[in-house]
């Protein structure tokens, strides 16, 4: 039995329901932005300065800019980069609260953090390109005309959050216990087989 499900997610592919219809089911809680507000609290950044900067890469101008100024603290941390820090304060809340909860993590590369926990079930959810984009249209309210590159976009931040941190490639089925096409399987089904896996 898994006590532990982290999902790694492409953008609109519908991980984040997935993932919030399972804890559901299973009667656990789901930790996503929520990670996030409490790493901010923490280091007593404004949570939404935090979510730009979260899944920011290096190279970009957030990254960039968190080596300045804007990520100083006066404290003896200040040199380490802020997108550093808040990756570290999610690490340490990711390995807090698996040790008391059932808990579901949706994204902060908690399947890497917590590779050698052998009661968490490490999973990937993808899909088609074309319904991706139907799904960015109708559920996160892109316009048509923009919803591709808001995928492209989407997935290039999250690709580079993950890989900058892990060292390891966005997506490689080797780094995941299950790989699920949303879009073949659906929802529902996703769900029902995350379910049986967490139980059996």
Partial sequence: MYRIITI?????????????????????????RNILVMAAARLEIPPAYMENLEET???????????????????????????????????????EIVQSDRC???????GYLL???????RVF???????????????????PEEAEAVLKKNDKRRRSFYE??????????????LCLNSSRLGIEKCVSLLRDAAQN
Avoid: M, Q
């Fill in 8 to 32: 790694e997610r492409e953008y609109a592919s519908g991980g984040s329901e997935i993932g919030k219809r399972l804890a559901k089911e299973l009667d656990c809680k789901l930790y996503d």
């Fill in 57 to 95: 890469g290096p190279g970009s101008i957030l990254f960039n800019l968190s080596r300045t100024v804007l990520g100083g603290s006066g404290r003896k941390e200040e040199n380490t980069p802020l997108a550093e820090r808040l990756f570290l304060a999610e690490k340490d809340i990711v390995e």
């Fill in 104 to 110: 579901i993590i949706i994204g902060r590369a908690a």
């Fill in 115 to 121: 590779r050698e926990h052998e009661d968490c079930l």
């Fill in 125 to 143: 959810i993808h899909a088609d390109r074309e319904n991706r984009i139907k799904r960015a249209i109708e559920r996160e309210g892109c316009k």
């Fill in 164 to 177: 900058y941190h892990t060292s390891l490639t966005w997506g490689n089925r080797e780094d995941f216990d």
